[in-house]
């Protein structure tokens, strides 16, 4: 049975920092592009940020730019989410995707091609 699960969310005050973790059982995620997706209470999902399986490229959604980083530890088979000077409008439901060897071409995976989700993470930034 496969399952993502995501972990690392929490309360952090604005200007703080997460480290949210994409944990994999029954699959090798360096085989799939992982995408973070949130969505606040009445808001769309937005893409967040990927990282491809075949060069390790990486995408950023405008809001987060310079402020996140992701990364892959493969030995763990587990992605990463640095978030960093979190804002109260980063607070949102983080899920992390898996799509088999997905590109990340350009942006977040299209859901239609998403193998794998995870159940999600609370992240809750305070002002």
């Known amino acids: 049975q496969v399952q993502l699960v995501e972990s690392g969310g929490g309360l952090v005050q604005t200007g703080g920092s997460l480290r949210l973790s994409c944990a994999a059982s029954?699959?090798?995620?360096?085989?799939?592009?992982i995408s973070w997706f949130r969505q606040a209470p009445g808001e769309e999902r937005e893409g967040v940020s990927c990282?491809?399986?075949?060069?390790?490229?990486?995408y950023y959604g405008d809001s987060v730019k310079g402020r996140f980083t992701i990364s892959r530890d493969n030995a763990k088979n587990t992605v990463f989410l640095q978030m960093n000077s979190l804002k109260p409008e980063d607070t949102a439901v983080y899920h992390c995707?898996?799509?088999?060897?997905?590109?990340?071409?350009?942006?977040?995976?299209?859901?239609?091609?998403?193998?794998?989700w995870g159940q999600g993470t609370q992240v809750t930034v305070s002002s």
């Open positions: 995707t898996a799509e088999y060897l997905g590109t990340c071409n350009g942006g977040t995976s299209i859901y239609t091609l998403i193998n794998y």
């Open positions: 029954g699959i090798t995620l360096d085989r799939y592009a």
């Open positions: 990282i491809s399986s075949t060069d390790g490229s990486t």
